[in-house]
T-cell receptor, first 115, second 112 residues
Framework: KAGVTQTPRYLIKTRGQQVTLSCSPI?????VSWYQQTPGQGLQFLFE???????NKGNFPGRFSGRQFSNSRSEMNVSTLELGDSALYLC??????????????FGAGSRLTVL | GQQVMQIPQYQHVQEGEDFTTYCNSS?????IQWYKQRPGGHPVFLIQ?????EVKKQKRLTFQFGEAKKNSSLHITATQTTDVGTYFC????????????FGKGTMLLVSP
């Protein structure tokens, strides 16, 4: 079965612009989580969506937002980009049924460079 | 807040040598998961440990979950160049649901 698909894979933006990243989870998975990965900070949780509702949120500013559609596909948006937003943005899907015990399947990521 | 710490941050070994990475949580975990990320790749799930004192093996990889369910280790016997990558441990975040708190990972380099 198809894995987690993220688009675009690479993108370059300038400070002040905004960006939208897309994630299609594994068929049947209703939970989509987003993580930011940087060399210095590792994997940091952004937010999780389940059945179109955000049910968990990490400690990121309001410039970071997301949503989930009825087909479980998810998008995240970053507005007013800053240099520090340069990172690999990883989407992960899971069944989302067992709190704390869900195994995550990651997509290949979207590598964002902010100039 | 909840913290998951891993040591060492980085290790370089000769092919055939053993390798161990350690993971410690500031809180008791209901389970712990391990992921591997190859250079340029994305994290891939390796295993989940649930029981106190649990030991699981996958070929040359041995995973342990501590008795107090606050620490874990991954041991690789006789490393190969295919073992190169960063190994992450992750535990359920206090906030629940599918959220995991990841350690910063141990990067393993293997020289032939």
């Amino acid at each position: 079965k198809a894995g987690v698909t993220q688009t675009p894979r690479y993108l370059i933006k300038t400070r002040g612009q905004q960006v939208t990243l897309s994630c299609s989870p594994i068929s049947g998975h209703r939970s989509v989580s987003w993580y930011q990965q940087t060399p210095g900070q590792g994997l940091q949780f952004l937010f999780e969506y389940f059945s179109e509702t955000q049910r968990n949120k990490g400690n990121f500013p309001g410039r970071f937002s997301g949503r989930q559609f009825s087909n479980s596909r998810s998008e995240m948006n970053v507005s007013t980009l800053e240099l520090g937003d340069s990172a690999l943005y990883l989407c992960a899907s899971s069944h989302g049924r067992s709190s704390g015990a869900n195994v995550l399947t990651f997509g290949a990521g979207s590598r964002l460079t902010v100039l | 807040g909840q913290q998951v710490m891993q040591i060492p941050q980085y290790q370089h070994v000769q092919e055939g040598e053993d390798f161990t990475t350690y993971c410690n949580s500031s809180t008791t975990l209901s389970n712990i998961q391990w992921y591997k990320q190859r250079p340029g790749g994305h994290p891939v799930f390796l295993i989940q440990l649930v029981k106190s004192g649990e030991v699981k093996k996958q070929k040359r990889l041995t995973f342990q979950f501590g008795e107090a369910k606050k620490n874990s280790s991954l041991h690789i016997t006789a490393t190969q160049t295919t073992d190169v990558g960063t190994y992450f441990c992750a535990g359920p975040a206090n906030s629940g649901y599918s959220t995991l708190t990841f350690g910063k990972g141990t990067m393993l380099l293997v020289s032939p």
